[in-house]
């Protein structure tokens, strides 16, 4: 890989990575044992709810020795799962989670009383892989979880089992203590934080950490969650999975009579219609920048706390995703940047991109996020698995993966490592328009992903009618200011690009040719799409974010060479 202009942009990540480990290095120096360190949960006062969706059917998988985790199976034939290897690393941070004891609860039986005493009592005996177990966001996420099901594990338990549970809480609150006092980055610190506060809350003697915990999270929420209620990686799933945290929270708060933190009713209310504006009709989320597949219930138990019939917001301008309707119609566009490089281990390269939804029939989709898979996952962060323009085959991010010469590979492998496979570069600007023409609702933005590299700006432009029976869109290109290559009023004059302008279609359309067109078939309506100027051509793709695991469709592809000025007008139309 050639990195060019981002080569600096690097070099930068690297000083200040290096330099928040000197920090991190010369604070634990300097510091003794925490206060909190000494702390133990003397008694269990409530148990907060579980909003994640439960299923009594697969705790029989349970009782067989099967734990489906990430989009990966292992059949225990009746040893412990904690003596097996993980299949992916997906799946054991979902282990040692323990989320995956609700199920074991909705069966509200003895037997799946006993199994989860079971389960936990292995852990608690040093069994299993506690590099996993130990990271700071599967030990956040198995602080609440046991907590959420204490009443499970602890039913007809004997005394000294009780105190082996309370001493794994302790464990678990001061391996975040610590780990906060090493440093953590900001989704993780936020987890944390979310953990303290409910061990906090949930637990006699810890009345510190209860009040650390609220300035971890007060501080949190406030720099992590933005106006217009996204965070700021921009991925649909982390608000979905904080809401799903943090209202049960809310309700904690007041079971032990104190006063949620101003900072957690605020985020909590401009965060659920952030969810309406990226839910299709049929109950999933829109799949940008991380998001994989939808627990469409889970979806649904949260909106009804945003009211039955509230609005969703048409623009989210500090996250940037639009929508527009007309009938029964919906268009979801990522027009917003690339995140921060700290906020972007999960952010994809789709900027102008869309999905398009017919009532509950999706249409056009981007393919999302696989639940496990680091070669998939980072090959579904690119352009081209999204429904945008992909100009030289190149995204309009660059991520950090092992550069090519010039920069050696032990450095950016250790970035990578501490930092994870974020994005160096992408679109920084990235202006909106919305309004109406003759009843038709219009949206256009433009972005420079690819003006460093290509010199090109990449500008769409939607129109839905207010039947829906029509989108049109407008792919345009013009060329960027660059200095040194001198152009026609001072912009630059770059040479002509191949281009391929994706639309993935969801796996469940009949695709086929209609003349120059292509004719998408669904069960009870049929779509034309067409072109100016160019053949579009069918081909293969894939969409990662089916609830049953990827799954193969196919894709509109319209192949063009552009330049400074080139300009391609489409058209979905229904029949």
């Avoid at 120096?29 to 206060?35: F, Q, Y």
Wanted: proline content about 7%; overall charge positive; glycine content about 10%.
């Amino acid at each position: 890989m050639q990195w060019g202009p981002d080569r600096w942009r690097f070099y930068r990540l690297v000083g200040q990575e290096a330099g928040r480990a000197l920090r991190r290095g010369a604070a634990r120096l300097r510091s003794g044992p925490s206060a909190l360190s000494r702390l133990k949960p003397t008694r269990l006062v409530i148990a907060p709810h579980d909003l994640r969706t439960s299923d009594a059917t697969l705790a029989a998988d349970i009782y067989a020795g099967l734990f489906v985790f990430a989009g990966r199976a292992l059949a225990t034939g009746g040893r412990s799962p904690f003596d097996f290897a993980p299949p992916s690393p997906e799946w054991g941070e979902a282990l040692y989670g323990f989320g995956w004891l609700r199920h074991l609860r909705a069966a509200d039986s003895a037997l799946a009383r006993s199994n989860a005493r079971a389960f936990v009592q292995d852990f608690m005996a040093g069994r299993g892989d506690w590099e996993i177990a130990n990271r700071p966001r599967v030990t956040a996420r198995r602080l609440i979880s046991l907590l959420a099901q204490s009443p499970l594990v602890l039913e007809g338990a004997d005394h000294a089992f009780y105190h082996a549970f309370l001493k794994s809480l302790g464990r678990c609150v001061r391996t975040l203590d610590r780990a906060l006092g090493r440093g953590l980055p900001p989704r993780e610190r936020l987890s944390a934080a979310v953990a303290l506060t409910y061990a906090g809350l949930c637990c006699d003697g810890l009345e510190p950490v209860l009040r650390r915990g609220v300035r971890l999270l007060t501080r949190e929420l406030s720099r992590q969650i933005l106006p217009d209620g996204g965070h700021r990686s921009r991925n649909p799933a982390v608000v979905k999975e904080l809401l799903l945290d943090l209202l049960p929270l809310r309700q904690s708060f007041l079971s032990r009579d104190t006063a949620p933190p101003e900072a957690l009713l605020n985020a909590i209310d401009r965060m659920l219609p952030l969810l309406r504006l990226l839910r299709h009709a049929d109950a999933s989320l829109g799949h940008h920048n991380g998001m994989g597949a939808t627990e469409a219930d889970q979806l649904a138990t949260l909106l009804i706390y945003d009211g039955v019939h509230a609005r969703p917001l048409m623009h989210a301008p500090h996250t940037g995703y639009a929508r527009l309707e007309g009938g029964a119609t919906l268009v979801v566009a990522d027009v917003g940047p690339a995140p921060s490089p700290a906020y972007s281990t999960l952010a994809g390269a789709g900027c102008l991109s869309f999905e398009l939804s017919s009532g509950a029939q999706r249409l056009v989709v981007n393919c999302g996020m696989p639940a496990s898979g680091e070669e998939m996952r980072q090959l579904s962060r690119t352009s081209a698995a999204h429904s945008t323009a992909v100009l030289a085959d190149a995204s309009s991010c660059r991520f950090l993966n092992p550069p090519g010469p010039g920069i050696a590979h032990p450095l950016a492998a250790w970035l990578k490592g501490r930092i994870g496979p974020v994005i160096v570069r992408g679109p920084g600007e990235v202006p909106v328009e919305r309004g109406q023409e003759s009843g038709t609702a219009v949206l256009a933005a433009r972005h420079d992903g690819y003006a460093p590299t290509l010199g090109l700006i990449h500008e769409r432009r939607w129109r839905l009618s207010a039947d829906g029976a029509l989108l049109q869109g407008d792919d345009a290109f013009v060329g960027a200011e660059r200095p040194g290559r001198a152009g026609t009023h001072g912009r630059a004059a770059p040479d002509p690009v191949e281009a391929a302008i994706r639309f993935h279609l969801h796996p469940s359309l009949r695709v086929g040719r209609e003349g120059r067109a292509v004719r998408l078939a669904a069960p009870g309506e049929a779509w034309l799409f067409e072109a100016d100027g160019v053949d579009p051509v069918i081909e293969e793709s894939v969409f990662f974010a089916a609830s049953n695991g990827a799954r193969r469709t196919e894709q509109i592809v319209l192949h063009l060479t552009v330049r400074d000025g080139s300009r391609v007008a489409w058209r979905f139309r229904k029949l």
